[in-house]
């Protein structure tokens, strides 16, 4: 009985003791990321569920810079200029232009290394001898109730991170190579409507 009180009072502490671990890490880890002029990472992602029994892979590289992004995948390329977000379907030959609605709450590609800043509870779960794991909460109702975070530790880089939704069903994206400081220009980050002639225009802004 008296281990079993003793247990209970040192409980919170323990807890704590993680949460301010698992800060420390995430500070060096956004010091670092933050500390990059760009980042051009290629990535592999796998969806599956057990609801669907769907089990796909899919691979791509996403580049970043201050707050534009250029997403390019076999099916699709997303481009982000700050401002204004274009979707080009290329089988569809279609781009759909948006303005960015920073009040949506989705996860932006220009944010996905930096996403436990905000509005995220963190805990240290884990370390073995190449990553740490700190899984992230969201302090509000979204489309995902977890957010597992690999990284790292001799690089204090994001490996991998696999999201949850609350269907169950698992996005998991793990980061097969990550380049930083690549001289990139500002028109990468936009969609050349004058490159695609045959390309349907559907302008929502």
Known sequence: MNKLIYFLILFPCIILAQDQKAKSILDQLSDKTK????????FTNTFSSTVTDINESQSGTLYLKDDAYRLEMEAQTIICDGET??????????????EIDDEENEINP??????????????????????????????????????ELFINKSKMQISSFNMIDKQGSHYKYVIDSFVTNKEMNNDFFEFKTADYPNVDIIDLR
């Open 35 to 42: 500390s990059y002029s760009s980042i051009e990472a290629k």
């Open 85 to 98: 977000n274009w979707i080009y379907l290329k089988d569809d030959e279609e781009v759909n232009i948006t």
């Open 110 to 147: 220009s944010k996905i290394f930096t996403i436990y800043e905000n509005g995220y509870k963190y805990k240290f779960v884990r370390e073995d001898g190449k990553n740490y794991q700190i899984d992230l909460f969201p302090i509000e109702s979204g489309p995902f109730t977890k957010v």
